[in-house]
């Protein structure tokens, strides 16, 4: 069974730029969520996917933005890049989107770092 | 809104030690609570899942325990060794929403 993978594992980017983040989720699920962990901060949500669509959205602009596709790999965009944005995001995917029985099984995580 | 809040933000142990760490919710409408344990730089790795009808789960040297009605629980490790160091995080999977709610994690460091 293979595990969540991300990519790339550091990412440098300059204020005002755009990118994309990647996630495969593990063999099985169908739902994947996002997390952004600032240094010395827990994660914070930013959004899940179940079967292509939003299911759910944390308090993040719109310029984070994702999509997921018919394998169920995802993807997190973020434009207009800001210093604050720098954090290492994290994917994590689960069986089903209610989570009331499964945990969730979080990748090894981008670290994104805004210059 | 859901705050999760853990104490002691860092912990310094000799190895063999047993020790406990906590976490407080705010809101007691969860369907879960989970403690992870993150390495530096690394991503999440999952320790245990406490359903909320569940008081406890064990596994191996670690204990975790669920008190809704108080909004607490607790991560306990038996006989704790140098590899037990990492950053250990709760986190409430919160009832009508898709998402866990993080404290801020404790920083463990069992010293040889």
């Known amino acids: 069974e293979t595990g969540v993978t991300q990519s790339p594992t550091h990412l440098i980017k300059t204020r005002g730029q755009q990118v994309t983040l990647r996630c495969s989720s593990q063999s099985g699920h169908n739902t994947v969520s996002w997390y952004q962990q600032a240094l010395g901060q827990g994660p914070q949500f930013i959004f899940q996917?179940?079967?292509?669509?939003?299911?759910g959205r944390g308090n993040f602009p719109p310029r984070f933005s994702g999509l997921q596709f018919p394998n169920y790999s995802s993807e997190l965009n973020v434009n207009a890049l800001e210093l604050d944005d720098s954090a290492l995001y994290l994917c994590?995917?689960?069986?089903?989107?209610?989570?009331?029985?499964?945990?969730?099984?979080f990748g090894p995580g981008t670290r994104l770092t805004v210059l | 809104k859901q705050e999760v809040t853990q104490i002691p933000a860092a912990l310094s142990v000799p190895e063999g030690e047993n020790l406990v760490l906590n976490c407080s919710f705010t809101?007691?409408?969860?369907?879960?609570l989970q403690w992870f344990r993150q390495d530096p730089g690394k991503g999440l790795t999952s320790l245990l899942l406490i359903q909320s009808s569940q008081r406890e789960q064990t596994s191996g040297r670690l204990n975790a325990s669920l008190d809704k009605s108080s909004g607490r629980s607790t991560l306990y490790i038996a006989a704790s060794q140098p590899g037990d160091s990492a950053t250990y995080l709760c986190?409430?999977?919160?009832?009508?929403?898709?998402?866990?709610?993080f404290g801020k994690g404790t920083k463990l460091t069992v010293n040889p």
């Open positions: 996917y179940y079967r292509e669509e939003e299911n």
């Open positions: 994590a995917s689960s069986r089903d989107p209610g989570g009331s029985t499964d945990t969730q099984y």
């Open positions: 986190a409430a999977y919160q009832g009508g929403s898709e998402k866990l709610v």
């Open positions: 809101d007691s409408a969860i369907y879960n």
